[in-house]
């Protein structure tokens, strides 16, 4: 029989995905690659103490454009957001065997950055509504060797940090933001990535703004900089040779140096941000409106002292409510052209790395709420990204009622799915 309900999914049909192609790279960059070019300079970089151990013009650039926009002493520019977090935790003075609190509900890349230190990653949970470390997890997890917190502001939002502040400062311990996903998200008036001792941001062609690949570094404390400086650029052969020798410890560094060409657009996009997230936020608060009709979805919680830059839009499937399996939901959705996805990412310590290592305990169970957000309740979409404006957000919604309105046939369709 052919289905009356026109849902794509249970007649075979997909329609096309309404995901423009985001990708806000213009003249201005095209511009300021020629530029490069034009200085014949692709890196200013030397793995010597001296002037170019700091990198080129366009390097030296950048840095100082996300000092002056987050209002941060240092910014130290790396190659990608994975090399700059593995020389924040070696600058925050980490080291072997020292453990270091995160989230599992992230990149990969925010708990190797620990492990390539020689340091031991601690999970703790996270919250339902923020997706970011819970607080009171935390707290269970310090022992006399934590040493850190790398706390990550997930999908563009904020983590709680009041508490993890007082936290922190209980037990002398550094913190350190993963910020990759959240350039310009703000807690009570603050950047996020200049509210621990050391943030890191992401410029991958993946995140709000991009040259490709790269990353950079902030912090306020003029030590953490250098360190990261020297992680950067081969610090072990450079340090006889810095004036401040003897003072510091000895850094194992590495090649983590951004090129000119990357970092000239770097520059570019920065300028851009601004807009560029008042755009992405007037669509998302739309979208979360109109969210609000359907009680099988708990849409973000946006905390009135937070802003927001929405990396992707989070929210929160009840299948009880409306009795279909997310992963059938996310199928019809899908097949109706809309982007979006289920899960997010495994708890990090449900990887092969973590579960095997025999020294350490990472067992199924020790993050419920990650665990529950992964296997059972988060969906995300992108529709909201611009150039989508109201039409693609109100056509989201139709199909989302439409599916709503044909849950029936739906369950029908697992059912005989698992016959
Ligand atoms: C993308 C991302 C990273 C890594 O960024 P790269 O610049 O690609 O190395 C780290 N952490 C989080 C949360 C990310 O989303």
Not at 69 to 74: E, N, Q, S
Not at 100 to 126: H, Q, R, Y
Not at 278 to 295: A, L, P, W
């Amino acid at each position: 029989m052919r289905c009356m309900n026109g849902l794509a999914l249970l007649e075979g049909r997909q329609e096309p995905i309404r995901e423009k192609q985001y990708y806000h790279i213009g003249k201005e960059e095209k511009a300021a690659v020629l530029r490069v070019m034009e200085s014949k300079s692709l890196s200013g970089f030397l793995g010597r103490a001296g002037e170019r151990f700091l990198g080129g013009e366009y390097v030296r650039r950048v840095e100082d454009d996300f000092e002056m926009y987050f209002g941060v002493k240092h910014a130290v520019a790396f190659n990608s957001a994975t090399t700059a977090l593995q020389a924040a935790v070696a600058a925050v003075g980490v080291g072997p065997g020292d453990e270091v609190i995160t989230s599992p509900f992230t990149m990969s890349a925010t708990a190797s950055c620990i492990l390539l230190n020689n340091a031991i990653p601690v999970f703790a949970d996270i919250e339902p509504d923020t997706y970011c470390l819970d607080p009171k997890s935390i707290a269970e997890r310090i022992t006399a060797r934590t040493k850190a917190i790398l706390v990550v502001n997930l999908f563009g939002g904020p983590a709680n940090f009041e508490p993890i502040l007082d936290i922190a400062r209980r037990y002398n311990l550094r913190i350190i933001e993963d910020n990759a996903q959240s350039p310009g998200a703000k807690y009570r008036g603050r950047y996020t990535g200049t509210i621990g001792d050391i943030g890191v941001f992401s410029l991958n062609v993946h995140k709000i703004i991009h040259c490709g690949e790269g990353g950079i570094l902030l912090t306020g404390n003029k030590e953490y900089a250098f360190r990261a400086q020297l992680v950067r650029n081969h610090g072990e052969a450079v340090i006889d040779d810095l004036e401040n020798q003897g003072i510091w410890e000895p850094v194992v560094g590495s090649n983590y140096r951004l090129g000119e060409l990357p970092a000239a657009i770097a520059a570019e996009q920065l300028k851009k941000l601004r807009n560029l997230l008042e755009s992405r936020i007037k669509n998302v608060h739309y979208v979360q409106e109109r969210m609000k009709e359907f009680q099988w979805i708990i849409p973000y919680d946006e905390k009135p002292h937070t802003k927001n830059v929405y990396y992707v839009y989070p929210f929160r499937f009840l299948s009880e409510r409306i009795g279909i399996t997310r992963s059938t939901f996310v199928k019809a959705i899908t097949a109706e052209g809309f982007p979006v996805q289920e899960g997010y990412q495994k708890p990090l310590y449900l990887f092969p790395l973590y579960q095997r290592k025999q020294s350490m305990h990472y067992a199924k169970g020790m993050c419920p709420v990650a665990e529950r957000m992964y296997e059972n309740e988060l969906v995300f979409t992108t529709i909201f990204q611009p150039p989508n404006g109201s039409s693609e957000i109100d056509a989201f919604i139709k199909g989302l009622k439409k599916i709503e309105d044909n849950s029936d046939a739906l369950r029908r369709y697992e059912e005989s799915k698992k016959g």
